[in-house]
């Protein structure tokens, strides 16, 4: 049921619309659990780097594989996410569920790997081939040993997510209650994982 907003509760740290969505009742295990189903649940997020005199530029990106809390891509390195990630290594992964509402917030660090690491070869399906092209020069031809494949991986330092608690139908009938009582929409949980709570779920992993 929606939440009752008392006088006494509105203040930064105690607006029960911010404070009481924050979970801390439940184990990190679980949580970090429940941020790895909702990742996988969704292939694509947007990848944000830094952009000198631009600021904040994102784009879609197929996750090419999770490990542990990170995660990591292939893409072509004559795209201009390369020359951001060599200005700034600090990036920003988000998805969002747009059927369950459930997101997800990933702060991190990136690192590229050019095309002689032997881990693209392990990402590498065909269909990433699409997104390359074959150029007929028998070297640039969209496989795993094409010049231009390359990796990007994401290293977790804080994750922010939201999982929705009540049914599709739970879900708009709170809603709907708390637009007409005044009263604050319970639907979901709001966690977050620090830096320290990833390194010990990569330990873990």
Do not use: C
């Not at 439940?26 to 830094?50: C, N, V």
């Not at 952009?51 to 995660?71: L, Q, Y």
């Not at 459930?102 to 065909?126: M, Q």
């Amino acid at each position: 049921m929606p939440e009752t907003l008392q006088s006494s509760d509105v203040s930064s740290k105690t607006d029960p619309s911010v404070s009481k969505q924050w979970d801390n009742e439940t184990s990190k295990h679980d949580q970090i659990e429940d941020f790895y189903k909702i990742a996988d649940g969704m292939k694509i997020g947007l990848l944000t780097t830094y952009r000198k005199t631009v600021g904040p530029v994102a784009r879609s990106m197929a996750i090419a594989k999770r490990e542990g809390p990170d995660f990591y891509f292939l893409a072509n390195t004559h795209s201009q996410k390369f020359s951001d990630l060599e200005a700034s290594k600090e990036v920003l992964l988000t998805f969002q569920n747009s059927s369950s509402q459930d997101w997800v917030s990933v702060t991190g660090t990136a690192t590229t790997v050019s095309n002689n690491d032997p881990k693209i070869k392990e990402l590498y399906t065909p269909m990433v081939s699409a997104w390359f092209g074959d150029l007929g020069d028998g070297v640039h031809n969209g496989t795993a040993d094409d010049p231009r494949m390359a990796m990007i991986e994401v290293k977790s330092k804080y994750v922010a997510y939201w999982k929705k608690t009540v049914t599709s139908i739970g879900y708009m009938a709170e809603v709907a209650q708390a637009a007409m009582t005044g009263k604050v929409a319970n639907t979901g949980v709001q966690r977050q994982l620090t830096e320290d709570d990833l390194q010990h779920a990569r330990k873990g992993s």
